[in-house]
C-alpha cells in the first residue's frame, strides 16, 4: 500500500516515517509534503492508497486536502493527525470524508498499526465489493446480449412475435434503431483460423465480445445508433439506420460506417474483416432477404481479397450468363490446345485467363473452383489418352476425389489460383507432355475437325488433305493422340453440343446438325455413350459446371 505523510513540520513527517517502518505492515512511503497542496500533486502524479496527514497547514490545510481528494480520488483514504483542543477540527474531518484520526501526543507503533489495519481492511473489503458490483455487471451484460442476440435471431427469421415486439425489444435493450430505413451489414473475419491465432486476442469468447463492443462503440459514434450481433461462427450482422444527411447521400454515409468498423477492429484487435451492404428497406420482415444479400455480397468479393467492403446493389445484376459463356469457351480453348498436344501454350494460356479473372472479380466462388476442376478433369482425360501407360495413378488419384477435396478447402482466388496451376504443371511434368508435340500431318487434321467438325468427314478425305496414305494416317493419329480418328471426332462433336448446351442459345432440335450429325436421334445415342446422360439430362444437371 503506498503512503503519503503530510505535515508543516519537518520533525513530525521523519518520526511518522519510523513509525510506520516499524509496524512492519506491507507499506511504501510514497512521499512526505508540508502542506495539503504538495499532497495533492503528489497524489495527481503517483498511485497513492493512504493519505495521513496533518490538519493546520499553510497554503492549504488538511480539511481542504480531504475535500479536494474525495472530489478527484475517492478511492484514496485519509488518517487524520490530531492534538488536543482540535477535537473540533477532527470531526470537521470525518465530515469531510477522513477514515479515522489519531491523537499525535498518544500514538504509537501499536495504535498506528491498527489504525493502518483497519484502513487496509476498509479498502480491502471495498475492492471486493466493486468486484463483485462488476461481476454482477458482466452476467447481467451477459444475459442482456444473449437475450438481445436471441431476439435479432429470430427477427432475421422472420418470427411475427419478433416483429411485432421490435419497438418494445429496442426500448428495453436500450437500442437507437427504428424500424425503416435499415440496411443490414454481413462482418465476416478474414481467414478466420489463422486469424484468431494471430489476433491480440486468442479467446473466441473474448473476441467475439470485443468486436461487437467495438462495432456497437463504432455505431454510436458514427451513426448515432445500431446495433450488432454474432449471427454464426465468424459472421457478424450489424443493423443500421442509413439516411443522407449533412450532405452526404445514404451511401455514402454507410460506406463511412462500414470502413470505421473495419479499420477499427483492424487497429484496435487486428482482426481484418470484410463486409457485405444489403440494399436497404422499410419492412422489417424483409430482414432475412437483407441478410442473403449482404452475405452474397460478401462472398463473392471476400473470396478475391481481404478487408473487402462491398454492396449487394453492384453484384445484384452481375452478369451470370456472360461468366458461364466466358468459362465455357475457355474451357473449349483449353481443350483446343490439349488435343492439338500445345501443352505450353494450354499453360500459358490459363495462366492468363485465370490472371485476367482475378482482375474482373466476377465469377462467383463456387463456379470458378467448378471450372478449375473441369480443367485438371480435360487434361487428365487428354493424357491419359495420349500416355495410357502413365497416367493411371493420377487418374485415379482425380477419381477418388482428392482434387475436389483440396479445392473446397482453399477460402481465396489466390489459392485456387495457385492449385490449379500448380496442378497443371504438375501432370504435365510427370508426362512429359512438353517432349510430345504432334506431327505436323496430326496437327493439320486436328486443325481441320476443329474448324469442320458439324460438315461429313472421313478418314479418307482427311487422307488426301495431308496427302497420307489412309491406314498409314489412322496408325499415326492413333499414336499420336492415343485414340483414334473417329473417337476424336466424336470427342470434338461432343464437347462443342456441350458447349451450345451451357450457352443456352440453340434449341435442343437444332443441335444435333450444328455439331454435324443430321440424324438427331443417332446425336442423342451418341451423346449419352459419351457422357453417361442425354442432351436433356446434361442441361438439366446445370451443364456440368454446377456442383
Known amino acids: ?137 458482466s452476467t447481467l451484460n451477459e444475459n442482456q446480449n444473449a437475450l438481445r442476440s436471441l431476439y435479432f435471431t429470430e427477427l432475421l427469421r422472420g418470427v411475427p412475435t419478433a416483429i411485432q415486439e421490435f419497438d418494445n425489444k429496442m426500448s428495453i435493450f436500450r437500442i437507437s434503431l427504428n424500424k425503416r430505413h ?23 469468447e473474448l473476441l467475439d465480445m470485443a468486436m461487437l463492443n467495438i462495432m456497437d462503440e463504432t455505431l454510436q459514434n458514427e451513426a448515432n445508433g445500431g446495433c450488432s450481433l454474432l449471427f454464426e461462427q465468424g459472421v457478424y450482422v450489424v443493423l443500421v439506420n442509413t439516411q443522407g444527411h449533412g450532405g452526404k447521400s445514404a451511401r455514402e454515409a454507410t460506406l463511412r460506417y462500414a470502413h470505421r468498423i473495419s479499420n477499427h477492429l483492424y487497429d484496435f484487435i487486428g482482426v481484418p474483416v470484410s463486409i457485405g451492404i444489403s440494399l436497404t428497406y422499410n419492412d422489417l420482415a424483409l430482414l432475412g432477404r437483407q441478410y442473403s444479400e449482404a452475405y452474397e455480397a460478401l462472398s463473392r468479393k471476400q473470396f478475391y481479397g481481404r478487408r473487402s467492403v462491398v454492396w449487394y446493389e453492384d453484384v445484384e445484376d452481375r452478369p451470370t450468363k456472360k461468366d458461364n459463356k466466358e468459362l465455357n469457351a475457355a474451357l473449349s480453348e483449353w481443350s483446343h490446345y490439349l488435343d492439338r498436344g500445345d501443352y505450353e501454350l494450354a499453360k500459358r494460356f490459363m495462366q492468363g485467363f485465370m490472371e485476367e479473372t482475378g482482375r ?147 434449341k435442343m432440335g437444332a443441335m444435333a446438325e450444328q455439331v454435324g450429325y443430321p440424324d438427331g436421334s443417332y446425336f442423342t445415342k451418341v451423346f449419352k455413350k459419351v457422357t453417361g446422360m442425354t442432351p436433356m439430362e446434361f442441361k438439366q444437371s446445370g451443364g456440368g459446371l454446377k456442383g
Open 182 to 204: 435499415i440496411t443490414l451489414m454481413a462482418v465476416c473475419i478474414d481467414d478466420y483460423k489463422n486469424t484468431l491465432q494471430t489476433a491480440r486476442i486468442k479467446s473466441r
Open 360 to 506: 474482373q472479380k466476377h465469377v462467383p466462388e463456387q463456379e470458378l473452383k467448378m471450372f478449375c476442376l473441369e480443367v485438371v478433369f480435360l487434361l487428365l482425360q487428354n493424357l491419359r489418352r495420349k500416355l495410357s501407360q502413365g497416367m493411371n495413378e493420377a487418374q485415379a488419384a482425380f477419381d477418388t476425389g482428392l482434387p475436389h477435396q483440396e479445392i473446397s478447402q482453399l477460402i481465396s482466388f489466390h489459392e485456387v489460383k495457385e492449385w490449379l496451376l500448380l496442378r497443371i504443371g504438375k501432370l504435365l511434368e510427370e508426362a512429359g507432355a512438353y517432349r510430345h508435340t504432334y506431327s505436323e500431318a496430326i496437327r493439320k487434321t486436328c486443325d481441320y475437325i476443329y474448324a469442320s467438325f458439324s460438315e461429313e468427314l472421313s478418314l479418307q478425305h482427311m487422307a488426301d488433305l495431308v496427302h497420307l496414305n489412309k491406314t498409314y494416317l489412322s496408325e499415326l493419329f492413333k499414336k499420336e493422340t492415343g485414340t483414334s480418328f473417329n473417337d476424336f471426332l466424336t470427342q470434338v462433336r461432343i464437347e462443342k453440343a456441350k458447349e451450345l448446351i451451357r450457352a443456352g442459345e440453340v
Open 1 to 137: 500500500m503506498n503512503v503519503v505523510v503530510v505535515d508543516d513540520e519537518v520533525q513530525i513527517r521523519k518520526w511518522f516515517h519510523i513509525l510506520l517502518l516499524k509496524t512492519g505492515l506491507p507499506l511504501h512511503i510514497a512521499g512526505a509534503c508540508g502542506n495539503g497542496k504538495e499532497a495533492l500533486e503528489l497524489c495527481r502524479a503517483s498511485q497513492v492508497d493512504l493519505v495521513i496527514t496533518d490538519i493546520k497547514m499553510p497554503i492549504m490545510d488538511g480539511i481542504e486536502l480531504i475535500k479536494q481528494l474525495k472530489s478527484e480520488f475517492p478511492a484514496i483514504r485519509v488518517l487524520i493527525l490530531s492534538a488536543y483542543g482540535e477535537f473540533h477540527y477532527a470531526s470537521e474531518a470525518l465530515k469531510a470524508g477522513a477514515s479515522e484520526y489519531i491523537l499525535k501526543a498518544e500514538v504509537t507503533v501499536e495504535s498506528l498499526k491498527e489504525a493502518v489495519v483497519k484502513v487496509m481492511g476498509d479498502i480491502d473489503t471495498e475492492k471486493k465489493r466493486n468486484q463483485e458490483v462488476d461481476s454482477l455487471k
